[in-house]
C-alpha cells in the first residue's frame, strides 16, 4: 500500500498492571487501502473501541506499530509530537450520534475542522458547501442542527469527517440510530466518498443490515482480530 | 475562525440574559452599597463645606460637636473673635431630634444660628427657595429633604416656626435633613422643660436652706432664675482672616481659652475616621459577602453551563481543537455574562435603586471603574472552576463504549 490507507501490526493495549492487568487488544493487525470501505465487527467487550481509540490517537497503545500513509505514527510509542493536529488533519471522525455543535449552523459545523487547521474562513465555508453537495444537504447549509432530520445529522456529520480530507476514517457505529434505508444510505455515500477521496474507512458495526455490504471484514474477539471475506453485495 | 463564545450565547441568548440580568441585580446592590458609603462620607464632608467654619472651637477634651456632645459658654465667642487671624466667630447648637409638623414628624438636627448675615460660620450657604432668618425667633429655614415647604408650620418643643427659606443637601452626618432656627430659641430647645419640671425644680431650690435664707432676700430669685435660662453652645465655628493659617489660629485658641480646637482636616478625620468608621465597616463586609456571592453565583452558573456541554467538548477535543480555544470559550462566556451583569447593575444601581433609598447614594464613576474591574476579575476567578472541569474532560467520551 502506498499514499494512503492505514495498517496496523501487532497493536497491543494493556489496562492496569500487576494481577488486574487487562489485556484489552492482544496483537491487532489489519490493513486498510485507500478507496476501501471496511467493517470491523465484534461482540460488546471485544476491543472494537478500545482498538478505535488507539487509531484515533486518542489512547496510547501499550506496543506494536501503526503507519498511516507513509508516516509511522506509532512504533512502541508515539513518532509525532501533537496528537491533536495527527487528529485534526489525519483522522476522520464520525460516531454513533451526529454530535453536531448545536450552536453551529450546518456549515460552521463542518468548516470548523479547516478553520481549526488555519485555513481561512470563507475556504473553510466553500469546502464544506462542495461537501454538501455530494451528500445532498446542500438546502441546509444555514439550519441549526436541531433543524436537521436523523438522516442529514448523520449526512452532515460525515462531511465533518471527511471535510479536512483525511487518509483514514473511523466511524463508529454510524448507522445504530437509522432505519434500514437510511442506514444503508449512510453507507452508499460512505463508499462513494472513500472511492472520490481515496480515504481508508473502518466502519465499527454489528449493525447486521449493513454487515454484508462490506468487502472485507474484521472481526475482534478477545482483543484479536480474525480478518474474513464479506458479502461485498454493496449498496445500489 | 468563528467565536465559538459568540455563537454558544447566540444561541440561547435568552438563557444568558436572564441570568446576566439575576447577576446584574446582585451586582446593583454591591454598587448601591458602596454608593451609601460613599453618600456618608460626602454628607459628612457637606456638613463641614456646608457651615462655613475654618476651626471648630469645642469643649476641652471632647470629639464635640458632632461625634460627641460639647458644652461651652455662649459669651465665649468675643473673646475668641477678638483673637488674631480670626474674621468672625459665631455660636452654633446642634440637636437631632424629631420636629413635628401636623401629624407627621421628621428626624432633623436642628441647629440654632446666631443673628448675623449670610455667609456668617452656620449659616445656610445658599437657599433654593424663600429667604434667610431674620427675626430672633420662631422662623426656620429647612432643608428640601425634610420635606417641609414654605410657610409650613413646625413643633420644635413647644415653640412653632415658621418655615421661610428651603436649603439643599444640608444634611448631618448621619443624613438627617437640617433645620435653622434661631440661637436664642435653639438653646432654650436644648434645655427647655415642661411646666411641671420647672415647678418642682423651683420648690426643690425653695427647700434647699443653702439657696432660701432669710436674710438674703434676693438669692432665692436670682438662682431661679439662673436655672430658667441656656447660657451654653455646643462649638464655636471660626474663619480664619486670609493670611493666616489655620493651626497657628487654633493653637492660639487652645493656649488661651483651654479649649479643644479642630481644623478642617482634624473633624473630616473625626466624622470619616470615628463617627461613622463603624457603618463603613459594615458596609465594608457586605460589599466582601456580595462580592463572594456573586463570584459564587457566576462560578455556579459557567460551570452548570459548561456540564450542559461535556459531550461537544469532548468532540471539540476530538477534532482537534486546541485546549486554549476551549478555555476561551468558557472565559468569554464568563466574562460576557459579567458584562450584562455590570450593565444591568450600573443601570439598577443609578435609575432604580439610589433615588428609593432614603439616604444619599453617591455612585462615583471611579468606583463603577473599580466594580467594573472587580466584576471581571470575579468572572475570570470564577470560570476557573468550569475550566478545571473542561480539562478533565477526556476526548475518548465522544467515542461511545
Known sequence: ?236 | MISLAGRDIMHAWGKFVFTGVGLGLLIGITLSMAGIYRGMVDDAKVLLDNSGADLWVVQKDTLGPYAESSSIYDDTWRSIRSMPGVARAANVTYLTMQVRQGERDVRAMVTGIMADEPGAPGWPPYLVAGRQITRGHYEAVADLASGFKLGDRLQIRRNHYTVVGLTRRMVSSGGDPMVFIPLKDAQEAQFLKDNDAIRQQRRRTAENPAFNRPQVPDLLAAIIASQSINPYVNAVLVQIDSGHAAEKVAASIRRWKRLTVYTRAQMEAILIGKLIATSARQIAMFLVILSIVSAAIVAFIIYTLTLGKIREIAVLKLIGTKNRTIIGLIMQQSIALGLIGFVVGKITATLLMAPIFPKYVLLEPMDSIIGFIAVVVICILASIIAIHAVLKVDPAEAIGG
Not at chain 1, 54 to 59: M, P, Q, S
Open chain 1, 1 to 236: 500500500m502506498t499514499g494512503k490507507g492505514i495498517r496496523i501490526e501487532g497493536l497491543r493495549k494493556r489496562y492496569g498492571s500487576g494481577d488486574t492487568a487487562v489485556d484489552a487488544l492482544k496483537g491487532v493487525d489489519m490493513q486498510v487501502a485507500p478507496g476501501e470501505v471496511i467493517g470491523l465487527v465484534g461482540p460488546s467487550g471485544s476491543g472494537k473501541s478500545t482498538l478505535l481509540k488507539c487509531l484515533g490517537a486518542v489512547i496510547e497503545p501499550s506496543g506494536g506499530r501503526m503507519i498511516l500513509g507513509d508516516e509511522v505514527i506509532y512504533d512502541d510509542g508515539w513518532k509525532v509530537n501533537d496528537l491533536r493536529a495527527l487528529r485534526r488533519d489525519k483522522i476522520g471522525f464520525i460516531f454513533q450520534a451526529p454530535y453536531l455543535i448545536p450552536f453551529l449552523d450546518v456549515t460552521d459545523n463542518v468548516a470548523l475542522l479547516p478553520m481549526l487547521a488555519g485555513i481561512p474562513n470563507a475556504e473553510a465555508r466553500s469546502r464544506a458547501v462542495e461537501l454538501f453537495k455530494s451528500l445532498d444537504v446542500e438546502h441546509r447549509a444555514k439550519a441549526m442542527p436541531s433543524q436537521l432530520s436523523g438522516g442529514e445529522q448523520q449526512r452532515v456529520a460525515i462531511a465533518r469527517g471527511l471535510v479536512n480530507r483525511p487518509p483514514v476514517i473511523l466511524a463508529d457505529e454510524p448507522t445504530a440510530p437509522l432505519d434500514s434505508e437510511r442506514a444503508l444510505a449512510v453507507i452508499r455515500i460512505l463508499n462513494d466518498m472513500a472511492r472520490k477521496l481515496e480515504t481508508a474507512i473502518i466502519v465499527v458495526t454489528h449493525d447486521e443490515k449493513i454487515i454484508p455490504t462490506f468487502k472485507r471484514i474484521y472481526h475482534i474477539r478477545d482483543g484479536v482480530t480474525y480478518e474474513e471475506a464479506g458479502e461485498g453485495r454493496g449498496v445500489e
